[in-house]
């Protein structure tokens, strides 16, 4: 189990590592001040543990970097520009369509032939999703409502973890 974590560390080359943190210092500065540090914290690695288990349950071998936890971050913008300026603002918003151009390129890149688990990039942008509906949207929700919502989240994300080091 220690490996789903330890492996957002490890990255596959000096481009890696280098895309990796400038999708992270790009969209994590936004949302570590929308979230406080805290929770961006547990909201990286929650996307990142996300992200390394699923590309582990869809492809034979090894997955590394944090480029995952870094597609979480994506999410979580999509979400907090469209909870606070209207769904549609992701389209128009800088900060929306940074974030669907970078998906755009992401996608691109899957097309190129490198060595890139789109898996854990979907697990990770999808773990961003919902924890950025949960931070963003559920704050408006009744209290038992917020706390079943990230109950469930939890389970989810443990019985990932479970699936990947079985």
Excluded at 9 to 16: D, R, S, T, W
Excluded at 30 to 54: D, M, P
Excluded at 104 to 121: D, E, F, R, Y
Excluded at 125 to 139: A, D, H, N, R, Y
Aim: net charge positive; glycine share 16%; proline share 2%.
């Amino acid at each position: 189990a220690w490996r789903l974590f330890t492996a957002m560390f490890v990255h596959v080359g000096l481009p890696h590592v280098l895309l990796s943190m400038a999708l992270g210092f790009g969209f994590g500065a936004s949302i570590e001040r929308a979230v406080g540090s805290g929770k961006f914290i547990l909201g990286y690695l929650a996307c990142g543990i996300a992200a390394i288990a699923a590309g582990v349950l869809a492809v034979d071998g090894a997955t590394a970097g944090s480029s995952g936890a870094t597609y979480g971050l994506v999410g979580m913008t999509l979400v907090r520009v469209a909870h606070a300026y209207g769904g549609r603002a992701v389209f128009r918003h800088p900060e929306g369509l940074r974030a669907l151009v970078m998906l755009g390129l992401g996608l691109a890149l899957t097309q190129t032939g490198l060595p890139v688990n789109s898996v854990a990039h979907l697990g990770g942008l999808g773990t961003g999703l919902v924890l950025g509906v949960l931070e963003f949207k559920g704050s408006a929700w009744p209290v038992q409502i917020r706390v079943a919502a990230w109950i469930g989240a939890l389970l989810l994300l443990a019985a990932l973890v479970v699936a990947a080091c079985a």
